[in-house]
């Protein structure tokens, strides 16, 4: 009997219900004859961990994009920057674009190919980037990617060829994955990973029940049955599995926590720091008179709560590394923060990110195997299922 090789898609932001018969009419067909589940986020901005490797923030030590760690900032340069630098847009622009390219040079420097290759400043004010440094550094691959083995080097180990066609050093556009799956895949591939990220570009700009999203969505289903086909005639036993990390809900509010932060007698930097992400404001606090000034004005805020211990604990945050988080506040389902340190001036439509109950935030997962989940599973879960499809169940790999 031939080994079995596998076709793992990563459709960027695939609501569970975005798999219909009018919208993803080769997906639907796929799962009539396979499986249709859904995937639940965990909560971290960086999920390759999880599905590569089936770790949860606490285990890997990845939380979101940035993290608080001064110490290796790769952003030093902004300390140069004077404190009026962002009130001008030109100054501003040239000083981003320097601090940048030395970042990517530092990154490189350290052996950090995966922050080096998406090196970003996002909307983050210029002179409080030099509190922040990159949660994840290594690429899927590299050994130092996570504590213990994910599946690329685990397949390596194996001796098992594999090819990667995604983020961050892949164009993740669905025009470019069609013509790179198509000419570099091969008949002696036993796994071939794709990254298709237009979804979640339309989803935020436009929101994820527009004409803009559902135009992202065909392309990538016409994309993946050109793709699929062509695996059918190259491998002796093909087997498909497309998942969304995450879905996309709407949004409906704003809430403004920079300002409510700025009304208090506190001084950023000194007394605390903070990240805005856009679904959670990220805390550190250098005096427990900031911790209890900054808990009880945030109370006091719509559309939005603190994380307890058991709320940590759920979501796997409790034990793991403090410069992903000291405190959290966590918004409400269809809720962002604005401006955010990624959204400053254009509020988005979409967002992720919010707590794994909410079912809009859920993923969709399409297998042809008609053993796959039926419902929603952790997205951890997507690192075993893979390795079942590849037959490879039984290796010595899990914990």
């Known amino acids: 009997m031939a080994e079995p090789s596998l076709l793992m898609v990563l459709v960027y932001a695939l609501r569970h219900d975005d798999v219909a018969p009018g919208r993803t009419p080769f997906l639907w067909e796929v799962a009539r004859g396979g499986s249709r589940g859904a995937t639940q986020e965990i909560f971290a901005g960086q999920l390759r961990p999880a599905f590569f490797a089936g770790l949860y923030p606490n285990e890997s ?4 994009l940035f993290c608080y760690d001064p110490a290796s900032s790769p952003f030093r340069l902004a300390r140069l920057a004077p404190s009026w630098v962002d009130r001008s847009a030109r100054l501003s622009f040239w000083a981003r674009r320097a601090i ?3 970042a990517r040079r530092v990154e490189a420097r350290r052996g950090h190919r995966g922050s080096a290759s998406a090196c970003t400043l996002a909307e983050i004010p210029t002179t409080r980037l030099p509190s922040f440094a990159f949660s994840e550094r290594h690429l899927p691959w590299e050994d130092r990617a996570s504590p213990r083995p994910g599946l690329l080097s685990i397949l390596s180990a194996l001796r098992l060829p594999w090819l990667h066609l995604g983020y961050p050093v892949i164009d993740q556009r669905t025009s470019f994955l069609t013509e790179a799956a198509l000419s570099r895949m091969r008949a002696s591939h036993r796994f071939v990973f794709l990254h298709y990220a237009q979804l979640d570009w ?13 135009a992202a969505l065909e392309a990538i289903d016409r994309s993946l049955e050109a793709i699929w086909r062509h695996a059918q005639a190259l491998w002796a036993e093909p087997r498909l599995l497309v998942f969304g990390d995450h879905g996309m809900v709407p949004v409906r509010a704003h809430v403004n926590v920079e300002q409510a932060l700025d009304e208090l007698p506190l001084r950023v930097g000194k007394d605390y720091v903070v990240f805005l992400d856009s679904t959670v404001a990220r805390f550190w606090f250098h005096a427990e008179r900031a911790r209890a000034l900054i808990v009880d004005r945030l109370e006091g805020l719509p559309h939005g709560h603190w994380l307890t211990a058991s709320d ?13 988080g000291e405190a959290f506040w ?11 340190y990624f959204q400053r001036k254009v509020p988005p439509l979409g967002m992720h990110g919010y707590h794994p109950s909410v079912e809009a935030n859920w993923g969709g997962l399409v297998t042809n195997d008609p053993y796959g989940p039926s419902g929603p599973i952790p997205l951890t879960d997507v690192f075993r299922l893979a390795f079942r499809l590849l037959g490879l169940e039984s290796a010595r790999v899990f914990p």
């Open 100 to 102: 940048e390219a030395s």
């Open 202 to 214: 339309a989803g935020h700009t436009h929101g994820p029940h527009g004409p803009e999203a559902s």
């Open 61 to 64: 030590g990845v939380g979101h």
């Open 330 to 340: 966590l918004l409400d389902e269809g809720v962002v923060i604005m401006p955010s």
């Open 312 to 324: 940590l604990e759920a979501l796997h945050l409790d034990g793991g590394k403090r410069e992903n």
